[in-house]
Structure formats: C-alpha cells, structure tokens
C-alpha cells in the first residue's frame, strides 16, 4: 500500500536559512510523489510534484525536492528561507489506480515556522 | 477571479442539526473532492464526482451526502451533526485523472464547521 510519513511535525529556522522538510514513502510501485503547501486560512497549493521523469524537481517560490529511491525520500529544500514561507506542507503520495481514478495519500503536515 | 469556492467559510451549529457546504469551480474541470481536514491537520479524502458520477466514496457516514447537480458544483450535505464532525472541508477540483497520468488538484479556501 502507498504511504507517505513526514519526519517532523513542526521545523522552525530562521530568515535567510535552508529548509529542510523530510518526507519517506512507502509504495510497491514507482511512485508518484507531490507537495502541498497551506498557508493559514487558505486552501493547498501545489509546490512540486515527481512523476518518474528528473530525480531532482523544482517548484514554486525556490523549492525543490529530490527523489531518492533507494532512501525511498522525497525531502523539499529551500536555500533560503522567507517569513512568507511559514505554512504547513503536506507530502503527497498518489494512491493505487482503482475504478479509473487515483486518489491522494496525504501526510500529516510538517508545521514551518520561519523567524525574523 | 476565485477558481475553486466554497461557502460558507465558518460555520458553527448545533449538534442534531443538519447543514450544507457548498462548492464551485470555474475551472472547467471534470472531477471534483470533498475533503476532511481534522484537528491534528490530517487529511483525508471524503467523496470524489466526474461529470456528476460518484466515483470515489471512502468509507463515510450515510449522514454524509454529496450531491452534484452540475459538474462545476458539489456540494456537502451533512445530517444530525455530531461533535466529531467538527473539522476543515476542503473542496478540490481537476480534469479527469487516472493511470499513468496526474492533474494537479486545486483547492478551495476551506470550510471551518464547528459543532457544539
């Protein structure tokens, strides 16, 4: 079965610092792996997705996430991190193929939290 | 222009009571999601439609109800609210997805439901 489990609940650096979010999975075939990011009040958005094309994928606002098979991990970095990135992010697996639809394994959200 | 609404954004009523949240999308898109997001940020998928034809039902109460009377709305009917229905519903949206083949999902902004 596909799963995704996120190392930390919350992370917190500060101004101009890496970012580092881990992200393992666990899936008995290529997986399709993605990271949602909410910010307070608002709905997800999609920050990167891997789809079984380049191991290291880029996303929005300076994220990447690299893919590592035999880690099986999916950890999104930022070299620098900004006070607007403080939101939950979600880890994201997509689920086995079932009556022509997929559906979505969330996480359970690492918390950032960015200060000045 | 709001791709992906939801109303009404809070919504505190009392337990035993019966209440709707409502969804659109403008995006044109085939298939829409009702989520629930718990306390801990967990979360989970409810109900999946393409083109107004229930597809994904995860395991829900019967007091849960999607209706879809069009494929730009689905909308959450939820009877004889109980406490634990307390929670974030989400609503997403994309175009048709299965297989091999991933379409982002965009998400509404969230419904907070509160039941006393």
């Known amino acids: 079965a596909q799963s995704v489990t996120q190392l930390d609940s919350h992370v917190s650096v500060s101004e101009g610092t890496p970012v580092l979010l881990r992200c393992n999975y666990s899936s008995s075939y290529s997986p399709s792996l993605f990271w949602y990011v909410q910010h307070p009040n608002k709905g997800l958005q999609l920050l990167l997705k891997y789809t079984s094309a380049a191991t290291l994928v880029k996303g929005i606002n300076g994220f990447e996430a690299e893919f590592k098979k035999s880690e099986t991990s999916f950890h999104l970095t930022k070299p620098s991190a900004h006070m607007s990135d403080a939101a939950e992010y979600f880890c994201v697996v997509r689920g086995p193929y079932s009556g022509g639809y997929n559906k979505l394994i969330f996480g359970a959200g690492t918390r950032l939290a960015v200060h000045p | 222009d709001t791709a992906v609404s939801q109303t009404p954004k809070y919504l505190v009523t009392q337990m035993g009571n019966d209440k709707s949240i409502k969804c659109e999308q403008n995006l044109g898109h085939d298939t829409m999601y009702w989520y629930k997001q718990d306390s801990k940020k967990f979360l989970k998928i409810m109900f999946s439609?393409?083109?107004?034809?229930?597809?994904i039902n995860e395991t829900v109460p019967n007091r849960f109800s999607p209706k879809s009377p069009d494929k730009a709305h689905l909308n959450l009917h939820i009877n004889s609210l109980e406490l634990g229905d307390s929670a974030v519903y989400f609503c997403?949206?994309?175009?048709?997805?299965?297989?091999?083949?991933?379409?982002?999902?965009?998400f509404g902004p969230g419904t907070r439901l509160t039941v006393l």
């Open positions: 439609y393409n083109n107004k034809e229930l597809i």
């Open positions: 997403a949206s994309s175009q048709a997805q299965g297989g091999s083949s991933y379409n982002e999902q965009f």
